[in-house]
């Protein structure tokens, strides 16, 4: 047994009860197609704007969600820095290509420096070294709000070993998650330590961390993902987030190794965005994430005891399979009920 499955190995009930409720409310989750685009669409381009802001702001910056919204419709914002834009503007664009096809995009060796290159493509003072591992040592720093460094939280790998260490990491990432003999959260959660432990990269590596946690989040199919903003969580418990790298890198690769604090608190965030996202499937929200058809369906369900899907069809006027279909994620919802089966199905509202 390696030193990264000896780790995860030894996982408190705890964390584990965290696991399960994130699992549980993934289970929940109607997304993609079966929902209005619009509405998904417009969840969508709020948490880009969201996730932009405060992915930077733990680095930093001083850009509000107004000024970033305000900077994506082409406005100019004069009062803050250059580097803070064109930072801003990096992360907008490279997490909106993740959102769009992260089914398309490999999770690889190249593909981290890749996107590494695509953050910074903006940014003018990091043109020598972006895609490219470090040269020089550097540290993870904690900022205040006013964008200064308060202290250092941790120091990481020496930049000759920077190279070996990443492939090694990317590689036994990918590996852990074909096996399927780790569950993939804690997969997640020990690249995650271990890549900001590295630091492989002169600048952008938290930032870079945030996006490879939206991709992998993605890939192992917790598709709710684009919906909630994970940036904004950490921002608003940033104290936490430090004091869990500090903790977890402190006994990292020493005899008392273990990562549990901080796998407990990338867990809580990632429970926090499941609970939100299921907010967002509630009674008060319903009509805006169905689509016409579906709501058609829904509304007819509102004003009879119950119905079949042929008589729902015909009065509601859709088509039987998208009938089928709205009922289905209907259920998944929890607002209707089955009643019976075969051709005495019923369905009536909760």
């Known amino acids: 047994m390696d030193r990264r499955e000896k780790r995860l190995s030894n996982i408190p009930q705890s964390i584990?009860?965290?696991?399960?409720?994130?699992?549980?409310?993934?289970?929940?989750?109607?997304?993609?197609?079966?929902?209005?685009?619009?509405?998904?669409g417009r969840l969508k381009r709020s948490v880009l704007i969201t996730s932009s802001g405060a992915s930077t702001r733990i680095e930093g910056s001083r850009l509000s969600d107004e000024d970033v919204e305000?900077?994506?419709?082409?406005?100019?914002?004069?009062?803050?820095?250059?580097?803070?834009?064109q930072e801003v503007q990096g992360y907008f664009e490279l997490l909106e290509n993740i959102f769009h096809s992260w089914k398309h995009i490999p999770f690889t060796e190249s593909t981290v420096k890749h996107l590494h290159k695509e953050l910074l493509k903006f940014v003018?003072?990091?043109?020598?070294?972006?895609?490219?591992y470090k040269k020089s040592e550097n540290s993870v720093e904690m900022f205040d709000e006013n964008g200064k460094s308060i202290g250092v939280v941790f120091e990481t790998t020496p930049a000759y070993l920077t190279p070996k260490q990443t492939q090694e990491l990317v590689e036994w990432t990918i590996d852990?998650?074909?096996?399927?003999?780790?569950?993939p959260l804690l997969i997640i959660g020990n690249f995650l330590i271990e890549f900001l432990a590295i630091h492989p990269f002169q600048d952008g590596n938290g930032r870079l961390s945030r996006i490879l946690t939206n991709l992998l989040m993605l890939k192992i199919g917790y598709e709710y993902v684009p919906y909630v903003s994970h940036?904004?969580?950490v921002e608003d418990n940033k104290a936490d987030y430090y004091i869990a790298l500090r903790k977890s890198q402190a006994v990292m690769k020493t005899e008392r190794d273990n990562i549990n604090s901080w796998l407990e608190f990338f867990l809580k965030i990632s429970l926090e965005q499941a609970r939100l996202a299921i907010e967002l499937l509630s009674k008060e929200n319903i009509e805006k994430?169905?689509?016409?058809?579906q709501?058609?369906?829904?509304?007819?369900?509102?004003?009879?005891?119950e119905a079949t899907p042929g008589e729902i069809a015909k009065v509601a006027g859709v088509a039987r399979p998208t009938v089928s279909q709205a009922l289905d994620v209907l259920l998944r919802l929890k607002k209707i009920e089955r009643i019976g089966q075969g051709r005495t199905?019923?369905?009536?509202?909760?």
């Open 70 to 85: 305000k900077m994506m419709r082409g406005l100019v914002i004069k009062k803050f820095a250059d580097r803070d834009q």
């Open 231 to 233: 940036e904004k969580l």
């Open 176 to 183: 852990a998650l074909k096996q399927e003999k780790i569950h």
């Open 16 to 40: 584990w009860s965290i696991i399960n409720q994130i699992d549980h409310l993934k289970g929940q989750w109607v997304g993609g197609a079966k929902l209005n685009p619009q509405a998904l």
């Open 345 to 350: 199905t019923r369905y009536k509202k909760v």
């Open 124 to 132: 003018s003072k990091d043109e020598r070294h972006r895609g490219d």
């Open 289 to 293: 994430i169905l689509s016409p058809k």
């Open 295 to 305: 709501l058609a369906v829904w509304h007819y369900l509102e004003t009879v005891s």
